[in-house]
């Protein structure tokens, strides 16, 4: 077998063993899942109607859960990524991953495995999500190019964040510690368009809301699904996201090449 097939099945087996601990511990997957289903209530149950009101001009005529689906969407791969920081950060200090070292594995397969693993589980987490959104009035536009492209983009958010917390599981000291700083690419989304517009911003918080990748990820995945203006905002998605998924991804690797 060559070096590649090689990588390739051993990845495989530790995607199998991403899913069984998964199924073992399911706690984690499930508050991925979990808190932007409760965000969306929230919003669109408790703060919907005086925040659509109280925007005016920027939301005219469109219904809140429209403007706040795409945004729920960005915050799912975030909290999703999170499980990963902590998965990683366990592996690294109950001792499996020095003897992994010493087997006879590809040594990029074990946290290949973490990450395919995190991408099918997020993948799914945004489908129920949308189907929630779906029962709480959301009604995309999106003809079956925009909703693959949509797929798409969300795909390639998860793979960026995913490799970022993974960096933070391997830097961390303590589980606790990788879910905190895991918590970071999870919050970020409050200070972008997810929940209002940017321009309706003041000050600082607008021109950092403005500037942030989390904005320009949202307004995409907006107007692929609703069919507003998305403009610029598409290549400067995918650069954000190319960005931190190579940052995320050799940043990995150095720090579990240098823990061997």
């Not at 090689?6 to 899942?33: E, F, K, N, Q, W």
């Not at 408790?46 to 706040?68: I, M, Q």
């Not at 190019?145 to 970022?164: C, D, E, N, P, Q």
């Not at 700083?181 to 929940?195: D, K, N, R, V």
Request: net charge positive; aromatic share 8%; with cysteine.
């Amino acid at each position: 077998m060559t070096t590649l097939s090689l990588a390739a099945r051993d990845s495989a087996t530790m995607l199998r063993r991403d899913v069984r601990h998964s199924l073992r511990y399911p706690m984690l997957t499930v508050s991925g899942i979990t808190v932007p289903v409760v965000l969306l209530l929230l919003f669109v149950g408790v703060f919907g109607h005086a925040l659509s009101a109280g925007l005016g001009t920027p939301l005219a005529g469109v219904s809140y859960v429209n403007f706040l689906a795409p945004g729920i969407l960005v915050m799912t791969a975030g909290f999703a990524a999170e499980a990963t920081a902590v998965n990683v950060c366990t592996d690294m200090h109950t001792g499996i991953i020095p003897r992994f070292r010493t087997m006879a594995i590809s040594r990029g397969s074990v946290l290949t495995g973490q990450v395919t693993g995190s991408l099918i589980r997020t993948m799914i987490s945004g489908v129920l999500v949308v189907a929630v959104a779906l029962l709480l009035g959301f009604r995309p536009s999106a003809g079956p190019v925009a909703w693959i492209a949509a797929a798409g983009m969300f795909a390639l958010l998860t793979l960026a964040l995913t490799w970022l917390t993974v960096s933070f599981g391997l830097m961390a000291k303590t589980p606790a510690g990788a879910n905190s700083l895991a918590l970071i690419p999870a919050f970020l989304p409050f200070l972008s368009s997810a929940f209002i517009p940017a321009g309706s911003m003041s000050g600082g918080v607008r021109w950092f809301a403005e500037h942030e990748p989390f904005t320009p990820i949202t307004d995409t995945l907006r107007g692929l699904l609703t069919g507003t203006p998305i403009g610029g905002n598409a290549a400067l998605a995918i650069a954000w996201c190319a960005g931190i998924t190579l940052g995320g991804y050799f940043w990995a690797r150095a720090l579990y090449n240098r823990g061997g």
